[in-house]
């Protein structure tokens, strides 16, 4: 599904991605973990191209796309749509309610006639748990709501992966669960091929199929959660699992 | 020197003056009557120059001041530089010179424009380069997430800026634009001196007639102030339904 070349990406002359491998196969979810700094944010917008890569390849559902040459704005953006981001801070449309918020996508991108475009928001917002807070503005629902609406609103335009940048982390502890359970659901229930940044060692554990620790904009390990969390090949690793838990 | 000393005095007797005015029936009786006949030609005046000249002044500048805010924000040079030239040029020259150059500089060029069209093409470049210094900071206030929010669900810039920023930069934005456009209103007594028949206007060619400078002048202030608080009171309501979707 996901197919990733020696990819790099720097902002300057910092380079913040240092030659980036990954294959992922449709229906697999991949949590990546590692220090503050190691460039996970970085490579999910990457993936989502919303930092457009200095070299290397990126595959999704087989379109290819090389970052040699300068990439025009259209080929960025339709590659954008086989990805759905959902951000560390929600980013919700503070102007549209929770239905307006997931129909926008489809109705302004895909064209898709309103009613038919409100009808399939609103079975979204159903499916994480929020059938009744159609109409209530981003300020008038928890963070954990935000988040999941933020969720329903990425799916909205079916991509083809989801990418999640510490989905949880801003919120309060007994808010983390409903987020991650829609989660969870979406990976077990729907086979959703899934990129997940994220501390929550629990879902790491219950959830992924692999475990990837960055590190200075590499890989340094991956493995199953078992391998990771409870026998870590790398010295790194063990000291930074030790440090979060 | 002598004056100055004797001013304190000299304003009792003046109050005293004023205070026979009001015990004096039948000049009373003879400024209501100044005051009611002046009304109407003055309330005439701003139909049909005042107000149009500030709705449609309000209008094509906002037009501009867009066009402008995202020339500044644009990646291309040249048009970042021709927007800041322009609003550089507007906000430093007075208004009232602008005016000038346009309704009585331009014949010498050959163009010559009549008053009501000179003093839109002036408001309207006015109002334009202020109003845009507005917008750009208030698109600016809007976080990148947003944009972020937009190209991730797969809108191009042009989508993203309608549909997400420019909505959030309108709330942002609407306190100090409704500033601006009263400000408008009040400057187009401006108008009057290229020769557009506005209100204030109408009340100095009145009061060139009858010499009731004081009365005139003070029923122009007190209809410029019922207009704009009449203004005021729109706005109020125009940000009570814009601020709906933010935290009380
Ligand atoms: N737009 C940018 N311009 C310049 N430097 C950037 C930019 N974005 C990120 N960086 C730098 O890239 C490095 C990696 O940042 P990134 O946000 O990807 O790390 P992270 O692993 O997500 O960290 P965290 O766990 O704190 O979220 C950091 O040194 C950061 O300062
Ligand atoms: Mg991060």
Known sequence: ?245 | MVRTQKSPKNGLVKMFLLSNIFSDPERMNQLVSIAQTSLYPMVEGAIKYTIPLTLITFVLGLILAVLTALARLSSIKILQIIARVYVSIIRGTPLLVQLFIIFYGLPNLGITLNPFISAIIGFSLSVGAYASEIIRAAILSIPKGQWEAGYSIGMTYTQALKRIVLPQAARVSIPPLSNTFISLLKDTSLASLILVAEMFRKAQEIAAKNYEFLLLYIEAGAIYWIMCTVLSIIQGRIEDKLNRYVAK
Do not use: W
């Open chain 1, 1 to 245: 599904m996901i197919n990733i070349k020696n990819l790099h990406k720097s902002f300057g002359d910092l380079e913040v991605l240092k030659g980036i491998d990954l294959e992922v196969e449709q229906g697999k979810v991949i949590v990546l973990i590692g220090p503050s700094g190691s460039g996970k944010t970085t490579f999910l917008r990457c993936l989502n191209l919303l930092e457009v890569p200095t070299d290397g390849t990126i595959e999704i559902d087989q379109k290819l796309m090389e970052f040699k040459k300068t990439v025009s704005k259209r080929s960025i953006t339709s590659f954008r749509s086989l990805t759905g981001m959902v951000f560390q801070n929600y980013n919700l449309f503070p102007h549209k309610t929770a239905v307006e918020n997931v129909m926008e996508g489809p109705i302004i991108v895909k064209n898709i006639p309103k009613q038919k475009a409100k009808e399939t928001a609103k079975a979204l917002l159903t499916k994480v748990g929020l059938g009744d807070k159609v109409d209530f503005y981003p300020f008038q629902l928890s963070g954990g709501q935000q988040q999941r609406v933020g969720i329903a609103r990425a799916l909205a335009m079916e991509p083809k992966v989801m990418l999640f940048d510490e989905p949880t982390s801003a919120l309060d502890p007994e808010l983390v669960g409903d987020v991650l359970q829609v989660m969870k659901d979406l990976a077990k229930e729907e086979r959703m091929t899934m990129v997940v940044v994220t501390h929550e060692m629990r879902f790491a554990r219950d959830v992924a199929d692999e475990v990837i620790f960055m590190d200075e904009g590499k890989i340094m390990e991956r493995g199953t959660p078992e391998q990771i969390f409870t026998n870590p090949k790398e010295e790194r690793t063990r000291r930074f699992l030790n440090m979060i838990q």
